[in-house]
């Protein structure tokens, strides 16, 4: 049976991951050059909870624990508890998964690269399960740069492109933006870079 494949329109020239762009369609006038710039207005956390607005820029890495399942094609391509989150100003986490908890021929290399002026230089992966082949959907670094070695051994994928993808038994939702790739989780709360008038955050 031949394998399905996804329409994208990514390619090497759009498929971003979270990198820069800017999108000259928001600054039409000076009200709205101003606008461009502003900060919103943070959603106050309750307990528990996190917002975006307090993460740093230049972004920081952290370990976590937490049981990260994806699914595609209707089968599990990932399963592991030793996720790390990369956490940015104004941006929901983006979660890198290990190389080495995916099954051989799942993440199949292509041919492009995209510049990060935090992480350095990304290389992407076709991703591939049960008969669907969804382009470009994940990424690494294979030489990051200082302060993100830890993901060199490791993989992030844009989560709606997947069937799902889960963190402790929630299903995520994803960041807005063709751009990016961040996880959004009830602990998580905005508002998040990504949508319509957001290019300046």
């Given at each position: 049976?031949s394998?399905?494949v996804y329409?994208?329109?990514y390619?090497?020239?759009?498929a971003y991951a979270g990198h820069?762009?800017?999108?000259h369609g928001?600054m039409t006038?000076?009200?709205g050059f101003?606008?461009?710039?502003r900060r919103p207005q ?8 996190e917002?975006v ?10 370990p ?7 699914r595609?094609?209707?089968q ?19 979660y890198y998964?290990?190389?080495d ?8 290399p ?5 510049f990060c002026e935090f992480?350095?230089?990304?290389h992407?992966?076709d991703?591939?399960?049960?008969g ?6 994940g990424?690494?670094y294979?030489?990051?740069t ?9 993989v ?7 069937d799902s993808c889960e963190?402790d038994?929630?299903?995520v939702t994803f960041?807005?933006?063709?751009f990016y790739?961040?996880?959004?989780t009830r602990?998580?709360v905005?508002?998040f870079?990504g949508g319509?008038g957001?290019a300046?955050w």
């Amino acid at each position: 049976m031949s394998a399905k494949v996804y329409p994208s329109g990514y390619s090497s020239s759009t498929a971003y991951a979270g990198h820069i762009r800017w999108h000259h369609g928001d600054m039409t006038s000076a009200r709205g050059f101003s606008g461009f710039f502003r900060r919103p207005q943070p959603i106050k956390p309750n307990a528990g909870q996190e917002s975006v607005w307090d993460y740093p820029r230049p972004p920081r890495v952290e370990p976590r624990s937490e049981r990260v399942i994806v699914r595609l094609g209707g089968q599990v391509i990932a399963d592991t508890t030793d996720a790390a989150r990369v956490l940015e100003t104004s941006h929901p986490p983006v979660y890198y998964l290990p190389l080495d908890s995916f099954p051989a021929g799942v993440l199949v290399p292509v041919e492009g690269t995209s510049f990060c002026e935090f992480k350095g230089e990304a290389h992407y992966f076709d991703v591939v399960a049960g008969g669907v082949v969804v382009p470009r959907a994940g990424w690494t670094y294979p030489a990051p740069t200082r302060g993100f070695e830890a993901l060199s051994t490791r993989v992030a994928l844009y989560p709606e492109r997947m069937d799902s993808c889960e963190v402790d038994g929630e299903q995520v939702t994803f960041q807005e933006g063709d751009f990016y790739g961040g996880w959004i989780t009830r602990q998580i709360v905005g508002p998040f870079k990504g949508g319509p008038g957001t290019a300046g955050w």
